[in-house]
């Protein structure tokens, strides 16, 4: 049972890896990035300085964008095992683990209260609906139910 359970684990490792490189290779794949538009913002408001590309090359550098794009997944990987998610490319000197910590709270709050009214509706319904089966009511809460199934999570 201990070797079933390792190596569970070891190929739920391998499937998170692998998820990583996938969603790493799909960020990559399109022409441009988050630092392209940035250095092309910076280069429109500074097209007469000449210092407009010289920051965005110090920009690109310190973001690592000049290396190739296994060694940045390397140390993008590196440094998420040992919990550091780097700083934030639109929040610019916070770091992510931060902006994260602002809207967690908040979060948790709003997942946790729509459970709760979800079961304080949903228990009271089904009860109702298993006493009274085959009623004008249970056929109602059928529908609006399935309904409710097939209306997509994001609206």
Do not use: C
Not at 36 to 49: G, K
Not at 50 to 60: F, K, S
Not at 135 to 149: A, H, I
């Amino acid at each position: 049972m201990l070797q079933y359970i390792f190596k569970r684990f070891l190929l739920g490792l391998f499937t998170v890896w692998v998820i990583t490189v996938i969603a790493w290779v799909i960020i990559e794949l399109p022409p441009g990035d988050f630092v392209t538009y940035y250095v092309d913002v910076l280069l429109r408001e500074n097209a007469d300085s000449p210092l407009g590309r010289q920051m965005a090359e110090t920009l690109r550098e310190q973001l690592g964008y000049n290396l190739p794009s296994y060694v940045r997944y390397g140390k993008w990987m590196w440094n998420m095992l040992h919990g550091d998610l780097g700083k934030s490319l639109v929040y610019e000197p916070m770091p992510v683990t931060e902006v994260i910590s602002e809207r967690l709270l908040m979060t948790v709050i709003l997942a946790v209260t729509t459970a709760f009214l979800a079961w304080g509706l949903a228990i009271p319904i089904g009860i109702y609906s298993a006493v009274r089966q085959h009623s004008p009511e249970d056929y109602v809460f059928t529908f609006v139910g399935f309904l409710g199934l097939a209306v997509p999570d994001f609206l």
